[in-house]
């Protein structure tokens, strides 16, 4: 890794980790009565540990010049070995305060294992963690290819990821020592927010350069939303954690924003969030992967475009669907409404495009488990986004809101859109990465996928009972006008519900441990012992695409 | 200077409707511009490429 830095980048390196550890060392010395002093430590320990890989491997000889004929790989590798590790700590911890539902001592009465710390270690580790980190190593990965240039220097992408990382680790950790600005997505406080800004900034300028040296004339459609990805999740960052902290040595910080001016923001951001960063970039994939893996260009080039302008336009207002019957301006809640519902467009646009690009090639969606992932997404893509819209109707949302059923929808998307979209180009990169003919174990894959799609169903079933069942109880008036349940009548009522929802998300864990055991083996190049199907092998080698691709277009 | 809430409601019932509806022209138009055609097709396919290197 450090050994395809030049002289001059791990200089700058060791200049960069330098600096970093004496920002830690101020914040440890600020901080040292709060627990800013703890994140000081932690930043400290990171800056040396990258010092001591740079200093290691300071000596080696230069790069060899001929790397320059060669795409720069290592930090796409790196990005997904981390987001699979993410993906388990995030699913776990996830999985861990479903059981905390199911049967609250499970927080053996330590303050940090507590609901309401663990939630954000789970949200944050799958959404950032895992989705950030497989947007960073695949943006990588699709810039290069789609501009046919390589990255324009060595070290910016490493910083670019690894310090990224340290805004996650951050994150995480601070939740544990009671470390939030309590807003939700964007709990981390004012310092590591400020650290991902300057990271953000990077990874920007980073894609706007290599943009800028490519050969193909236009941009290809997934580096549009990539971009939009990028640029809107900076300006949403900065917007939404404008605050003012207690002092230097305190983590504690207080918003810009007060009231409903306050929840509108948070919204206006929580609401992109969805849009930007589990939406956008995750159809960059999608228009690179799926084409590509199938052997057919998307169907409507055309039609990319209009979603694209689509989704980004009308997003942008959707965000006060989330705070309806409150304090907001009845007109402000209708307008989110109506962008909601528009949304519909653009959103079905593109699942209908990616299911048509697959007309023609419906026999490796049979056979092939990592095609099938990909295909799976883009349904799931067209169903969350139906019934988000739905849902973002006023009477509907009266029913839906504050019950389980927003939990049911989120998951919907975020394990069968987000993470089967991302689980199926890690697939489908891991094997071109490494210069392996396919995966380990393609029926590994399989296993993988049917874990996936179970775990998926049993737990978006399972929420959107619970969450009628409750909604329905909460308006439920007997003869007399009084409500009819008390509070704890609808918990009674949810218990079944939570056991159900805690097994489908123990089978999707199940799913990524064995994804990451397939993939560790693909990595060290074992060979597999399961005899291999003649379509797999055709399927996973990217140079063997567009001749599959030319024998289906010439039979049209 | 303070923004009035009947002001900002106007501006979002005039000038934000006309602008979105600009945008939605504009979009459309440049997408069935009879001659961005041939550049589309060719973006759709240059994914699919020989070989896995850089040009520069």
Known sequence: MIGQLTKGERQLALVILIFLGLVGLAMAAGGR????????????????????????????????????????????????????????????????????????DLT???????????????????????????????SFYVMQRTSRARLPDQLSPLFVLFGYNVFCLLAVSGYLIGVTQSKEYAEPEWYADIWLVIVWVTYLVLYLRTLARRKEPHIYVANWYYLAFIVVVAMLHIVNNLAVPVSLGHAKSYSLFAGVQDAMTEWWYGHNAVAFFLTAGFLGMM??????????????????????????????????????????PQWVQTLGMTFSLMLLVPSWASATNALLTLNGAWHKVRDDATLRF??????????????????????????????????????????????????????????????????????????????????????????????????LMWRTYDDSGTLAYSFLDTVIAMHPYYIARAVGGLLFLIGALIGCYNIWMTIRGVPSAAPRVATDTAAESPVAVPAGAAAFRSGE | MTIYHDTLVWLAKSAGLFYLMGLSLIVLIYTYWPSNKKRFNEAAETIFQDEDKPCR
């Open chain 1, 287 to 328: 228009y690179y992967y799926l084409p590509v893996r199938a052997g057919r260009p998307i169907f409507s080039y055309r039609l990319s475009i209009i979603s694209f302008w689509g989704i980004t336009f009308f997003y942008m207002w959707a965000g006060s669907h989330h705070l309806h019957y409150t304090a907001l």
């Open chain 1, 33 to 104: 009565h709060d627990p800013l002093g703890a994140h000081g430590a932690l930043v400290i320990v990171c800056a040396l540990a990258g010092l001591m890989a740079v200093i290691a491997a300071y000596f080696d000889p230069e790069p060899d010049p001929e790397r320059l004929d060669r795409y720069y790989d290592d930090p796409s590798k790196i990005g997904i070995v981390i987001a699979m590790i993410w993906v388990v700590v995030g699913l776990f911890v996830g999985d861990w305060v479903a059981w905390l539902l199911v049967n609250p």
């Open chain 1, 108 to 138: 053996f009465d330590a303050g940090w294992a507590s609901f309401g710390r663990l939630r954000p270690v789970h949200t944050t580790s799958v959404i950032f963690g895992f989705g950030g980190n497989a947007l960073i190593a695949t």
């Open chain 1, 374 to 471: 990909m295909m799976v997404a883009a349904v799931f893509y067209g169903l969350t986004t139906f019934e988000g819209s739905f849902m973002a109707i006023r009477p509907v949302n009266s029913l839906s809101h504050y019950t389980d059923w927003t939990i049911g929808h989120v998951h919907a998307g975020a394990l069968g859109w987000v993470a089967m979209i991302t689980f199926g180009s890690i697939y489908a990169s891991v094997p071109w990465l490494w210069k392996r003919e396919s995966m380990y174990s393609p029926r590994l894959v399989e296993a993988h996928f049917w874990l996936a799609l179970t775990g998926t169903i049993v737990y978006v079933m399972a929420m959107w009972n619970s969450g009628i069942v409750q909604g």
